[in-house]
């Protein structure tokens, strides 16, 4: 059984920067792909951020292209999401996915596992 465990979410003034870590475990993780979600309520969920476990490609959303940065240690089973430049638009719980293939995917409903999730706020 897969299981994802995020870390790393926070309190921070606009214009700052968080580094959001998904330990991944229980599953083999060769030839999937992973990504980053978010989520404010009342809200559907959105599509941040994904890289297939290879590293070969990589997706961002609309409106984080060019301050978040994602990437995978394959070694210690962990994907990342650097954020810069953070925005109170920003706020939300970040949410970390995994799909059991690595065709490449945005919608929520075609990933597998999902995390528990981390709160950041981004706020003056």
């Known amino acids: 059984q897969v299981q994802l465990r995020e870390s790393g979410g926070g309190l921070v003034q606009p214009g700052d920067s968080l580094r959001l870590s998904c330990v991944a475990s229980g599953g083999e993780f060769a030839w999937t792909l992973m990504a980053w979600f978010r989520q404010v309520p009342g809200k ?3 599509f941040v951020a994904g890289i297939t476990w290879s590293g070969a490609r990589t997706d ?3 409106s984080v292209k060019g301050r978040f940065t994602v990437d995978r ?3 210690k089973n962990i994907m990342t ?3 810069n430049a953070l925005q109170p638009e920003d706020t939300a719980i970040y949410y ?3 799909k059991r293939d690595f065709k490449f995917t945005t919608e929520p409903q075609d990933f597998d596992y999902w995390g528990q999730g981390t709160q950041v706020t981004v706020s003056s």
């Open 81 to 83: 999401l650097q954020m």
């Open 96 to 98: 970390c996915a995994h």
């Open 73 to 75: 240690d394959v070694m």
């Open 44 to 46: 559907e969920r959105e």
């Open 60 to 62: 961002y959303g609309d």
